[in-house]
T-cell receptor, first 115, second 116 residues
Framework: AQSVTQLDSQVPVFEEAPVELRCNYS??????LFWYVQYPNQGLQLLLK??????LVKGINGFEAEFNKSQTSFHLRKPSVHISDTDVYFC?????????????FGQGTRLTINP | GAGVSQSPSNKVTEKGKDVELRCDPI?????LYWYRQSLGQGLEFLIY????????KSGLPSDRFSAERTGGSVSTLTIQRTQQEDSAVYLC??????????????FGPGTRLTVL
């Protein structure tokens, strides 16, 4: 079974500093990869997804992620964070060849931005 | 347009009672998913509906859990004889469904279930 590891449960950074949220997945089969953000008392919103093609994926709010097949990683980055980026971020993966997009998520990383 | 809506937003019940959680997907979306977010298990897939096809129930944790989708739209997740370990936030998501594996899932705000 697939699993996703988000190595950091919490990441504190200062405003306008760069940030990287790490995500590793276990599967050796072809996968689709996703990053979601969870706003307080709300559902998840998609930030970006990797389906195929360029390994560098750009998403909303200035976020980007890079798919690294050899390291089975899909780390999320932002060059300069804002206070409004304070939220919980989830990495998700699903097999390419299953019928549905049954996402397997990591435990989430809480990003805290300090002024 | 309207997003995915879920009701109730909060539900408190006593152990052993049955509960029903409702999801209204985005109009026109044929794919619908249920997930559970709990402290111990994180975010986990429960069940998937696609149009009129048989649902994929592979994520349901026990036979106390069931779900249906009426008329290809509204879905209800039912938990019978609730247990304290069922306490969690239940999230519903829908997608356009043309290519279920790659379409973006849009999540509702969730129902927070507390079993006393």
């Amino acid at each position: 079974a697939q699993s996703v590891t988000q190595l950091d449960s919490q990441v504190p950074v200062f405003e306008e500093a760069p940030v990287e949220l790490r995500c590793n997945y276990s599967s050796s089969v072809s996968v689709y990869l996703f990053w979601y953000v969870q706003y307080p008392n709300q559902g998840l919103q998609l930030l970006l997804k990797y389906l195929s093609g360029s390994t560098l994926v750009k998403g909303i709010n200035g976020f980007e992620a890079e798919f690294n097949k050899s390291q089975t990683s899909f780390h999320l980055r932002k060059p300069s964070v804002h206070i409004s980026d304070t939220d919980v971020y989830f990495c998700g993966v699903c097999d390419r060849w299953v019928r549905a997009q049954k996402l397997v998520f990591g435990q989430g990383t809480r990003l805290t931005i300090n002024p | 347009g309207a997003g995915v809506s879920q009701s109730p937003s909060n539900k408190v019940t006593e152990k052993g009672k049955d509960v029903e959680l409702r999801c209204d997907p985005i109009s026109g979306h044929t794919a619908l998913y249920w997930y559970r977010q709990s402290l111990g298990q994180g975010l986990e897939f429960l069940i998937y509906f696609q149009g009129n096809s048989a649902p994929d129930k592979s994520g349901l944790p026990s036979d106390r859990f069931s779900a249906e989708r009426t008329g290809g739209s509204v879905s209800t997740l039912t938990i019978q004889r609730t247990q304290q370990e069922d306490s969690a936030v239940y999230l519903c998501a829908s997608s356009f469904g043309r290519n279920a594996r790659t379409d973006t899932q849009y999540f509702g705000p969730g129902t927070r279930l507390t079993v006393l």
